[in-house]
């Protein structure tokens, strides 16, 4: 029978199989901090390759970057360098990312309209709740696995609906309906981040009648 252990000598990960909290610290100067704001770089390089021309090397930034997504996340538990700013920049790296490729896909024509509008409601509707959380003091929620996927997908559906665009009919559309699937997932890890902190809201509410009530009693 496996002894128990400490959380001080546990890894983030086994701590997140365990359901126990993982330790966050606040350091600044992290490796998986420099990747996630490296990844915030790139989104201005792939925007500046896009507009003076150089494609393949505005996809070559892409790519890039959505191995900078996995990379930094994956070194942070690894390495136990989870921290609170990389909490806030991972996820914001993400959805700036996410923002920027769509729009100046959809500008070139690569990717239709309405899917951009799909992919931005969802973002706006994690943003609202997020901000609304904030004032019942609710923390902005870890990044899924679901979510995870679902950007991993749009990074390699869009970059090939951009290639395959007026070059290869059938490529393009199955990327489409590839980016399509990916948006789905992208909404079910929204109303997943949705649910979750309204329930630690609620919760917060419940805490905060109960302090209430003991101190009326006291």
Not at 38 to 61: H, K, M, P, S, T
Not at 89 to 96: G, H, M, S, W
Not at 192 to 217: F, N, P
Request: charged letters at 15%.
């Amino acid at each position: 029978m496996e002894e128990p252990r400490d959380l001080e000598s546990m890894t983030p990960t086994e701590a997140t199989a365990r359901d126990l909290p993982v330790r966050v610290s606040s350091a600044v100067w992290t490796v998986p901090n420099v990747i996630s704001m490296v990844r915030i770089g790139l989104i201005g390089v792939f925007g500046w390759l896009l507009v003076v021309g150089y494609d393949l090397w505005a996809v070559g930034a892409l790519v890039a970057a959505g191995v900078s997504d996995f990379l930094d996340g994956f070194l942070a538990r690894r390495w136990q360098q989870v921290t609170v700013l990389g909490r806030l920049l991972d996820p914001a790296a993400d959805r700036l990312l996410t923002i920027v490729v769509v729009i100046a896909l959809a500008l070139r024509g690569a990717v239709p309209w309405w899917l951009v509008a799909v992919l931005l409601a969802r973002d706006a509707m994690v943003a609202t709740v997020i901000l609304v959380g904030r004032t019942h003091h609710v923390s902005t929620p870890q990044v899924t696995f679901t979510g995870k996927a679902a950007t991993a997908a749009l990074y390699v559906f869009l970059p090939l609906a951009f290639l395959a665009h007026d070059r290869w009919d059938g490529v393009h559309v199955a990327a489409i309906t590839g980016a399509c699937a990916a948006a789905g997932l992208y909404w079910i890890s929204g109303i997943a981040y949705v649910r979750d902190v309204a329930q630690r809201s609620r919760a917060g509410e419940i805490g905060a009648s109960a302090r209430t009530g003991q101190e009326h009693l006291g």
